[in-house]
């Protein structure tokens, strides 16, 4: 089976950055995934690594170490509309296994 | 394009009755999959498929069937409603080989 580990909650004000961690145990690694939930809505997709190293896509980085069984999200310059679920993803054969979520509260 | 698209938004269920929640996208995906949402449990995988005619299960599989007849449609069925089914269920749908899953907009579903 899987399982993934984040952070349940994260508060910061706006303008701040913010690191989710992610550690996972799974079999036929393939990736890691982040998607953001807006209450009410649908994950929407942010980020996908397949490989070691840091993709960067405009304030937001994700991260990952496939040695380490390890990834992050960086959020950078919060703005209050990134208040949010963040839920990393991994990617085994062709099925995704969701973590518990981190919901990100930004403060003025 | 629509998308990703789910129907109905909205359910309320009487325990022991049948359903189904349509799923469709028009993006030519191969592989389609349900998930539930219950609150602090993120979303578990109750079924997947990987093309037209092949159908697996997911971490959470009671209580639901599915067929893939197309590409383009993958119906969840509730054979008999149970208040433990009250959730948030998500169609996504994505290229085999795509690191993206694309989400349709949820159905709210209430078993009483």
């Known amino acids: 089976g899987q399982s993934l580990e984040q952070p349940s909650e994260v508060t910061a004000v706006e303008g701040a950055i913010v690191q989710i961690n992610c550690t996972y145990q799974?079999?036929?690694?393939?990736?890691l995934s982040w998607y953001q939930q807006h209450d009410g809505g649908a994950p929407t997709f942010l980020s996908y690594n397949a490989l070691d190293g840091l993709e960067e896509t405009g304030r937001f980085s994700s991260f990952l170490s496939r040695s380490d069984s390890y990834g992050y999200l960086l959020l950078q310059e919060l703005q209050m509309k990134d208040s949010a679920s963040y839920f990393c993803a991994v990617k085994n054969d062709y099925k995704l296994s969701f973590g518990a979520g981190t919901t990100v509260t930004v403060r003025a | 394009n629509a998308g990703v698209t789910q129907t109905p938004k909205f359910q309320v269920l009487k325990t022991g009755q049948s359903m189904t929640l349509q799923c469709a996208q028009d993006?030519?995906?191969?592989?389609m999959s349900w998930y539930r949402q219950d609150p602090g449990m993120g979303l578990r995988l109750i079924h997947y498929?990987?093309?037209?005619?092949?159908?697996d299960q997911g971490e959470v599989p009671n209580g639901y069937n599915v067929s893939r007849s197309t590409t383009e449609d993958f119906p969840l069925r509730l054979l008999s409603a149970a208040p433990s089914q009250t959730s948030v269920y998500f169609c996504?749908?994505?290229?085999?080989?795509?690191?993206?899953?694309?989400f349709g907009p949820g159905t709210r579903l209430t078993v009483t």
């Open positions: 498929s990987v093309g037209a005619g092949i159908t």
């Open positions: 996504a749908s994505t290229h085999i080989q795509g690191g993206e899953q694309y």
């Open positions: 799974t079999s036929g690694f393939y990736g």
């Open positions: 993006m030519n995906h191969e592989y």
